[in-house]
């Protein structure tokens, strides 16, 4: 199964987007070497990746929603924090027991199931605060 980024996954807002789109891109990059039997060889580098760039996204979308004062600003965040303790686990697994297939499934369903909710359900909120703000 590949992730697409469909229509009622983008926000409007073009750096989240631009964003969100690197984030589909590893997983489906990691999902792709599934296919051909190379997961556990590219799980390592797809963590490593995640999890920069997970950081970093986060960092940008919070810094937004300061900038602009969103009010739900705090509860975000804590969504946020929660999901970079979800892949910094995986992170410590791979680092404790290496690849298996098992942690590869786990990185697909986790961080795709958990931004394509949280994209759906806060991201578009976010968004929208920021345009009704620059309008
Ligand atoms: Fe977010």
């Known amino acids: 199964m590949v ?11 073009d750096l989240i987007d631009s964003e969100h789109r ?3 891109d590893a997983i489906n990059k990691l999902l792709d070497a599934c296919t051909v039997g190379h997961g556990r060889a590219e799980i390592g580098e797809a963590l490593d990746f995640l999890n920069s760039y997970v950081n970093k996204h986060f960092s940008d979308e919070e810094n937004l929603q300061l900038k602009y004062r969103y009010p739900d600003y705090p509860n975000h965040k804590k969504y946020h924090e929660t999901f970079k ?17 098992d942690l590869v499934a786990k990185t697909n369903t986790s961080v795709a199931g958990w931004l394509l909710n949280h994209i759906k359900k806060e991201d578009v909120k ?3 605060h920021v345009r ?3 309008s």
């Open 3 to 13: 992730y697409k980024f469909t229509k009622d996954l983008e926000t409007g807002n």
């Open 22 to 24: 690197q984030l589909f």
């Open 85 to 101: 303790k979800v892949v910094q686990g995986l992170v410590d697994e791979y680092r404790q027991q290496g690849a298996s297939i």
């Open 126 to 128: 976010v968004a929208a």
């Open 132 to 134: 009704k703000c620059t």
